[in-house]
């Protein structure tokens, strides 16, 4: 019979929010923005003067879980080395982050001069 986990044998959660923030939910969280901005892109030829700041947040929320992922993947990559058998897996996340961030960036580019900042 296993074990019960008590209190004291528990792992201890992250406390910081750097430690919380994972690849796998910038990766969530790239691909539900991206998906929203997909569909307010849609909208946007119609209400563009109501839409125009809202998809350029979805844009930014997108680009940044993007550039978060390939931030992990790189001090993941600098403070583990890790073998041969990992390799794929980090260009996995790579090829995912460029994925993500290289459409919202351009998208962004392309709306910024709308925005009046």
């Known amino acids: 019979m296993r074990k019960r986990l008590t209190h004291s044998r528990r792992p201890l959660r992250p406390r910081r929010l750097r430690d919380r ?3 796998q939910r910038a990766t969530g969280a790239g691909i539900v923005c991206g998906l929203a901005a997909l569909l307010v892109s849609i ?3 119609s209400w563009a003067d109501a839409l125009l700041y809202p998809y350029a ?3 930014a929320a997108t680009l940044f879980c993007g550039l978060s ?3 992990i993947t790189l001090m993941d990559m600098r403070a583990r080395e890790r073998g ?3 390799r794929p897996i980090r260009m996995f996340d ?3 982050a460029l994925a993500i ?3 919202s960036a351009y ?3 392309r709306v910024w001069p709308s925005l009046n900042l």
């Open 84 to 86: 041969i058998q990992v």
């Open 107 to 109: 998208a962004l580019w």
């Open 57 to 59: 947040a979805l844009l």
């Open 43 to 45: 909208a946007y030829g």
């Open 21 to 23: 923030w994972t690849i």
């Open 69 to 71: 992922i390939l931030w």
């Open 94 to 96: 790579v090829v995912a």
């Open 101 to 103: 961030a290289a459409p």
